[in-house]
């Protein structure tokens, strides 16, 4: 899936003046009038840069349409809540996206972000905000969903209004309800298991004229060839190499420097392991995480800096520059692959509700 060519730059610029100018009264053969709009728009620039929540906000409903887009299963992805809009009243918000999947159906999604504290944080949703969005859905002929990333476990949920409870005229979900009864599958979610471990192997040129490892562990190495393996089985096919490497990037599963082979004094060999967290003794395969979260990942390494947090809030790439590339009916040779399609269980209630 690949982004729609348009130019922001050119068009965007002129709409949001236009904007502006119905309430402030500017004039576009008016200088003064331009600059005020500079200067209106620096201030406002600088206000949202420096609020937290928006930048959070924004990132994660960006990242939302690239998860939709790299898993395969949807067709068109839009905008809907850009734009001009006329209506007979206000008691119509219109959804984030307008999503049509490769089965032809429809549906709007509004995307939220829920940082929760702890695993039973409710993340709650006014009832008259929620009914002016399923307005818009109806009058659009379209469904509504509620996308909730939690990213304090990268996780996302796809909810169904009525996936909802209510409490004293408040609806809410937490993470448990909202893994249960997600509709992340519609979109082409799935959960990935393998066999560990998965090992990233450099081999070195043996080149006598760099110099040897120095004493503070500085070595001059260039790659003659690399290697990937599963369970010990190298890998031969370039599908299966791609999706180890995929896999061991973006996963869940600990990844750590392995063994480091020297030779005559200089670097020959150097490895890196991706180990599951948990071993689960019950089974041969471990699951590596969801491809939802595994986007989220390689978004994050784009958009997100450790030392000083938000540095973008989309990309320049396509969705299907996160997309890893795994046939729903694919049976690997080296690299066996589990695919877990989840449905949603709308009846989920947690233990601690049936103990009331």
């Not at 100018?21 to 206000?47: M, N, P, T, V």
Request: hydrophobic share 40%; aromatic share 10%; with cysteine.
């Amino acid at each position: 899936m690949k982004r729609q060519i348009r130019n922001p730059q050119k068009f965007d610029t002129l709409e949001l003046y236009s904007a502006l100018a119905r309430d402030q009264g500017y004039r576009i053969d008016a200088q003064g009038d331009i600059d005020a709009f500079h200067q209106k728009i620096g201030d406002s620039l600088k206000a949202s840069l420096d609020n937290p929540s928006l930048l959070h906000g924004k990132r994660v409903e960006a990242m939302f349409a690239h998860v939709a887009g790299a898993m395969g299963r949807c067709k068109y992805i839009k905008q809907e809540d850009g734009g001009t809009a006329f209506a007979t009243s206000d008691d119509f918000i219109a959804p984030d996206y307008r999503i049509v999947t490769i089965a032809d159906e429809l549906f709007l999604v509004e995307v939220k972000n829920f940082h929760m504290k702890h695993f039973s944080s409710r993340y709650r949703i006014k009832r008259p905000y929620l009914k002016k969005l399923e307005a818009y859905a109806k009058i659009n002929r379209a469904d509504l969903k509620i996308a909730i990333y939690f990213s304090t476990v990268n996780q996302w949920s796809l909810l169904s209004p009525e996936s909802f409870m209510e409490e004293n005229g408040e609806l809410w979900i937490d993470l448990a309800h909202a893994m249960a009864r997600s509709e992340m599958s519609v979109i082409g979610d799935r959960k990935i298991g393998t066999l560990p471990l998965l090992r990233f192997e450099m081999l070195c040129e043996q080149d006598q004229d760099k110099p040897p490892i120095s004493e503070d562990g500085i070595a001059e190495i260039s790659i003659r060839e690399t290697h990937m393996y599963c369970a010990d089985q190298r890998l031969e096919g370039a599908q299966e190499k791609d999706i180890a490497f995929y896999l061991m990037r973006y996963g869940d599963w600990d990844v750590t420097q392995g063994a480091v082979e020297v030779s005559d004094g200089t670097l020959s060999k150097v490895s890196f392991l991706s180990t599951p967290r948990e071993a689960n003794n019950n089974q041969e395969f471990e699951i590596v995480g969801s491809l939802s979260s595994m986007v989220c990942n390689a978004f994050r390494e784009l958009t997100i800096s450790d030392d000083t947090g938000i540095v973008s809030l989309d990309v320049k790439y396509d969705p299907s520059f996160f997309r890893l590339k795994i046939p729903e009916k694919y049976k690997g040779k080296g690299l066996p692959i589990w695919q877990f399609i989840i449905q949603p269980n709308r009846k989920f209630f947690s233990d601690k509700e049936h103990n009331l």
